[in-house]
C-alpha cells in the first residue's frame, strides 16, 4: 500500500481552466502539506493542515485552494490556471505537533498549462 | 526566518569519489534535521535523521551526517559514490510542524 498517494500523476491542460489534485494517506498522521516544486527543483511549501484545520498559508495566489475534509485527505483546487502554475506538486505528512517527525512524500503530481 | 543553504548547487563526481554536501540552518532553538533524496522523475525519500544523541548518523545507501550545534550544521558525507547515486539532495530542518528546505544539490556521478 502506498503510504501518500497522489491523483492524478500527470495533468495537461489549458490556461483557464480549473484542476484539482488529491491526496490521501494511510498513516494516521495528522498533518498534511502541499509542496510546489519548480523546474529549478526548489521546493516550496504552499498549505499545511493539522487535523483539518490549516495551520500554515504561505504566500500563494487565492486562485490556490486547499480543503481537508478529514484529517487523513487534504486536497488542492486550482482556479484559472497559468503558465506559471506548470510544475510538479507534492503532497506530504507527518506525525504533527511535537512529534512531528519526518515528512512522507507523495509521488507528485506533474502539472503542465498550456 | 528560517532558512536552510546548501552551498554546493551542482557537484560532478567519479564513481568511487568521496562525497561531502554541506548545510547550514540559522535557527536557535531545538531542531529536527533531515537528508532527503530525489531520484531522477521520482518523489523525495528519506535518507537520514537527526532528533537527538549520537551527532554521527548513519542512513540507507552507505550515506552519513554530521550534526555540529556550534556551527548549525548537517553535512552528508559518503565514503564512495556509485553512479546510482546520481539525484538531487535536499537537506531540511524541522521546528513544530514546520519544514524549510535547502535549495537541494545536484549530484552526477559519472561512471
Known amino acids: 500500500d502506498t503510504a501518500v498517494s497522489q491523483t492524478p500523476k500527470y495533468l495537461v491542460t489549458q490556461m483557464g481552466n480549473d484542476k484539482s489534485i488529491k491526496c490521501e494517506q494511510n498513516l494516521g498522521h495528522d498533518t498534511m502539506y502541499w509542496y510546489k516544486q519548480d523546474s529549478k527543483k526548489f521546493l516550496k511549501i504552499m498549505f499545511s493542515y493539522n487535523n483539518k484545520e490549516l495551520i500554515i498559508n504561505e504566500t500563494v495566489p487565492n486562485r490556490f485552494s486547499p480543503k481537508s475534509p478529514d484529517k487523513a485527505h487534504l486536497n488542492l483546487h486550482i482556479n484559472s490556471l497559468e503558465l506559471g502554475d506548470s510544475a510538479v506538486y507534492f503532497c506530504?505528512?507527518?506525525?504533527?505537533?511535537?512529534?512531528?517527525?519526518?515528512?512522507?512524500f507523495g509521488e507528485g503530481s506533474r502539472l503542465t498549462v498550456l | 526566518a528560517q532558512s536552510v543553504s546548501q552551498h554546493n548547487h551542482h557537484v560532478i563526481l567519479s564513481e568511487a569519489a568521496s562525497l561531502e554536501l554541506g548545510c547550514n540552518y540559522s535557527y536557535g532553538g531545538t531542531v529536527n534535521l533531515f537528508w532527503y533524496v530525489q531520484y531522477p522523475g521520482q518523489h523525495l525519500q528519506l535518507l537520514l535523521k537527526?532528533?537527538?544523541?549520537?551527532?554521527l548518523v548513519k542512513g540507507i545507501k552507505g550515506f552519513e551526517a554530521e550534526f555540529i550545534k556550534s556551527k548549525f550544521s548537517f553535512n552528508l558525507r559518503k565514503p564512495s559514490v556509485q553512479w546510482s547515486d546520481t539525484a538531487e539532495y535536499f537537506c531540511a530542518v524541522n521546528t513544530g510542524n514546520q519544514f524549510y528546505f535547502g535549495t537541494g544539490t545536484s549530484l552526477t556521478v559519472i561512471p
Open positions: 506530504a505528512s507527518a506525525l504533527g505537533g511535537a512529534r512531528t517527525g519526518e515528512l512522507f
Open positions: 537527526y532528533f537527538s544523541g549520537d551527532p
